[in-house]
């Protein structure tokens, strides 16, 4: 309309109303910041829903409601209220009955006093003897029978919420002999359930005969089973929760009030739902107390409660392999805990969902992992870091030892430039000192003579990245840089070298080729053991597989050598302090891996005399390197050390 005119602004009264309700990639991140931490990956994927988007509405605490709940459920009452108003009643009949008595002289009035004083101490038994008494007063019998249509009502009521109107009305033996035979019926339907026949026709039949006793509308038969057998459960924690007496008057009272009709249906009726679901916690007692006095429908209402919730905080706890959000019974959540912590429970199940649906998460026997797409996100974001401190220049003075130089001799040499770290071609350095300043002895040599032998590098790289995986490495806290500078090299070789081929062997007691997957979920290995030869063994093998390509061994560890294979069953042999025998083994495969030409540089973090002394040999030996970098620079010198490896003799 003309008159009409709109204004448009800046959206400033609380948080974006259009923008989504979580952050998939931040949610990523995070668990890719605690992995990379050296947190496990799954523990951290569980954190992410136990906290929640933005660290709220998660499962812990939805968790911490339901513990909190259950605690003001089990002091809600005392459950014995059922006996303790029958009781009260019977003494308020009995009251009623004596003074009616008191003012009759005939003998049946004082046969009748008699009868009252011998009447037994229990309540229940009282109750049955009293079942045949004529009694002179109509207030003492209105009181007597308000205990068994009261207990009647009760029993009823709580077992089928439809019968709360002819629960009341059950006195009359029309109405009980209307509700046996929908028990009855039920009990059929139950049985042939049992037997695994198809209920379906004899379900919709019992349901237009006796649906109006079943207000919940049950869809089918195992609906109507899950609603009965969880109120049957909860009667039978009731007997469960009682102590040995209250439990014999509460059962003794049952039956006066029943009758033996309506109680051998209820009897067969709890036989049948305890056989189709014995799942549910049928003999487990709960301690309530409190001060109020619960009847008997109020008492099992508080226990299927309890019971409810345990089974909504063992959903909650997704602690069972495989376990998902969807075995989280929403309506049971909005029936337990409210509207807003079911939204919760959705938006929850939604981020799940969202984080398969784009491919972030997979989902395996043992629950959510992350997918090949979020471990090259968060590789990624380990390789930035690296380089982030790559192009920070120095970090401090950290200790090298170069023990020799790698590289295939082309047969041509160079002058020497500052920072060469190719060998010295002695014959042509002394030809051209001699050259320079005539034959005399001794030669005189000036920094123009040197002459360096020129190498070069192969195109493409065999690189054998052995990491440390035994227990010291995570006790530490040299986990989280370990798996950070593997997965930043494995993202860098396949992003800008997918010309090399790089091998991670994870070593502890025995060592294992480890995919990107395989490395972001590796777990501490509890057992002892250092088995650097069986990881040296691995690298040789992988390097063989690509003999056109540079050989490059990279060793990363804060220990020396205390496992090796046994030569003659191949198992695994640990012993500590190193035995000879490791030392000799593991110093073999060194060997075998200079032989080849392999570059062997290792990283040393700790600073253990003997690992020191050990790792030092090695490189000798290898012609290789030793660092002992800081835990915050171990990523930047393992990735300047491939790159350095790889760029090529000149």
Partial sequence: MAGNRFRYGQWRDGPDPLAP????????????AEMLAGGSLRKALRDLLRRGPQGRGGLDDLAARARRLRRETLRRGDLDGAVT????????????????????????????????????????????ELSGY???????????????DGLRGDVLEQRFAGLRAAARAAADPAAQRQLAEMMRDLNDLLARQARSEDTTDAFAEFMRRHGEFFPERPRDVDELVDVLA???????????SLSDRQREELAGLMRQSLGDRLAGEL????ANLRALRPDLSWNRGERVRGEQSLGYGEAADALGEIAELDELLDALDQDQPGATLDDVDVDAVSRTLGRDAADDVRRLREL?????????VTRDSDGLTLSPKALRRLAGTALRRVFADLTAGPRGQHDLRSAGAAGEVSGASRPWEYGDEQPLDVVRTLTRAVARAGPTVPVQLAVPDFEVVETERRASAAVALCVDLSYSMISQGRWGPMKQTALALSHLVATRFPQDALQIVGFGREAAPLTQAELAAVEPDLQQGTNLQHALRLAGRHLRRHPGAEPVVLVVTDGEPTAHLDPDDGEAYFHWPPLPETIEATIREVDRLTRAGATLNLFMLGDDPGLRRFVDAVARRSRGRMFTPDLD????????????ARRGRR
């Avoid at 029958?86 to 002289?105: N, P, S, V």
């Fill in 230 to 240: 969880r109120r049957a459960a909860a009667g039978e924690r009731l007997m469960r």
């Fill in 85 to 128: 108003r029958a009781r009260a009643l019977l003494d308020q009949a009995l009251a009623a009955e004596r003074d009616e008595l008191r003012g009759r002289t005939d003998e049946a009035a004082r046969f009748a006093e008699a009868v009252l004083d011998n009447l037994p101490r229990s309540t229940a038994r009282a109750v049955q």
């Fill in 134 to 148: 004529s009694w002179a007063s109509a207030e003492a019998r209105q009181a007597y029978q308000r205990i068994l």
């Fill in 352 to 360: 799940e969902r969202e984080l398969r649906r784009q491919g972030w």
């Fill in 267 to 270: 009897s067969a009726l709890d």
């Fill in 633 to 644: 620079d171990l990523g930047e010198y393992v990735v300047s050390d491939y790159l350095r």
């Fill in 21 to 32: 309700p979580y952050d998939v990639r931040a949610a990523v991140d995070a668990v890719g």
